[in-house]
């Protein structure tokens, strides 16, 4: 899926990037990918939502493990866009709200300025 990505993001008002930290086996080719998009041109000036899912799973990784897995405090703070990092569990319904704010927030506006 990953090579098709840049046909979508002309018409794109926001980014939100899913990982599950249940499928261990994933976690090091998903951060690559979302290294990828966010050194993309098309994606400088997009806000971005970063969703861990998958946090209710008993095989889950704890934040502090992703994080260091994929040097999240550097990605944070030296991405050019604005990104925001959400932990859900869209099985228990858990963080939902939260991602809906920010799609309100963030995206809505965002294509009203388009």
């Keep these: 899926m ?3 990505w840049n ?3 002309k018409e794109a008002a926001c980014l939100v990037y899913v990982i599950d930290l249940a499928n261990r086996t994933q976690i090091s080719s998903a951060c690559i990918q979302l290294l990828e998009i966010l050194s993309s041109k098309q994606t400088q000036e ?3 939502l970063l969703i861990f899912n998958k946090i ?3 095989d889950c990784m704890s ?3 992703i ?3 994929m040097r ?3 990605v944070l703070a030296n991405g050019r866009q604005d990104i925001t990092v959400l932990e859900c569990s869209f099985r228990e319904g858990i963080g939902l709200d939260r991602i809906l704010k920010w799609l ?3 995206c809505f506006v965002s294509s009203l300025a388009k």
Excluded: C, T
């Design 7 to 9: 046909n979508y993001f």
């Design 67 to 69: 994080s260091a897995i």
């Design 104 to 106: 309100q927030e963030k």
């Design 46 to 48: 997009m806000a971005v």
């Design 56 to 58: 209710d799973s008993p």
């Design 63 to 65: 934040m502090s493990e």
């Design 2 to 4: 990953g090579p098709i």
């Design 72 to 74: 999240l405090r550097e």
